[in-house]
T-cell receptor
Framework: ETGVTQSPTHLIKTRGQQVTLRCSSQSGHNTVSWYQQALGQGPQFIFQYYREEENGRGNFPPRFSGLQFPNYSSELNVNALELDDSALYLC??????????FGNGTRLTVT | SQQGEEDPQALSIQEGENATMNCSYKTSINNLQWYRQNSGRGLVHLILIRSNEREKHSGRLRVTLDTSKKSSSLLITASRAADTASYFCATDYLYGNNRLAFGKGNQVVVIP
């Protein structure tokens, strides 16, 4: 049990729609990161938040955006969904000098 | 582009045997980490080795790091059926602000 919970566990959306994925981190974990994992691949870094500010971003377009809230929860928003956005989306959090703790992910299918 | 690349991609062994996986990376790192993932679920942190360390042990796990060759290996000794999973190496690279770059993963199947 990592203490990181994600919702929903599965989601089906249509191309062009928008989606919001949610994550609840452990208390005291000020850093939260989001990763995209396509089938058969390793996770790819989307972005990272520290104390509610984005402080790192991977090679993802602006239609991928996020928010981090003071209560250690966060969101990943994706606009104008494309078929290639189908993947497992992983949220991970950590405290100072600790490794990442991952949630079980949200499986997004875009049709 | 992905930092780490594991080799081999898939490994099938008998229970009790040892499993070895390798990982290479391209740029300088702060540390290298290994994670395990069961059936497309979340990743579980196994072990972290810093750039100034050469070998680290944790239970049945042994990790080595060769920064001159930019490579690492993960050894699981006396494997068990419960070790069946995908294993990923991830690099925390210099100036990366603690973001991790993952490899494509090794699928390990331990046959009882």
């Amino acid at each position: 049990e990592t203490g990181v919970t994600q919702s929903p566990t599965h989601l089906i959306k249509t191309r062009g729609q928008q989606v919001t994925l949610r994550c609840s981190s452990q208390s005291g974990h000020n850093t939260v990161s989001w990763y995209q994992q396509a089938l058969g691949q390793g996770p790819q870094f989307i972005f990272q938040y520290y104390r509610e500010e984005e402080n790192g971003r991977g090679n993802f377009p602006p239609r991928f955006s996020g928010l981090q809230f003071p209560n250690y929860s966060s969101e990943l928003n994706v606009n104008a969904l494309e078929l290639d956005d189908s993947a497992l989306y992983l949220c991970a959090s950590r405290g100072p000098n600790s490794p990442l703790h991952f949630g079980n992910g949200t499986r997004l299918t875009v049709t | 582009s992905q930092q780490g690349e594991e080799d081999p991609q898939a490994l099938s062994i008998q229970e009790g045997e040892n499993a070895t996986m390798n990982c290479s990376y391209k740029t300088s790192i702060n540390n290298l980490q290994w994670y395990r993932q069961n059936s497309g679920r979340g990743l579980v942190h196994l072990i972290l080795i810093r750039s100034n360390e050469r070998e680290k042990h944790s239970g049945r796990l042994r990790v080595t790091l060769d920064t001159s060759k930019k490579s690492s290996s993960l050894l699981i000794t006396a494997s068990r059926a419960a070790d069946t999973a995908s294993y990923f190496c991830a690099t925390d690279y210099l100036y990366g602000n603690n973001r991790l770059a993952f490899g494509k993963g090794n699928q390990v199947v331990v046959i009882p």
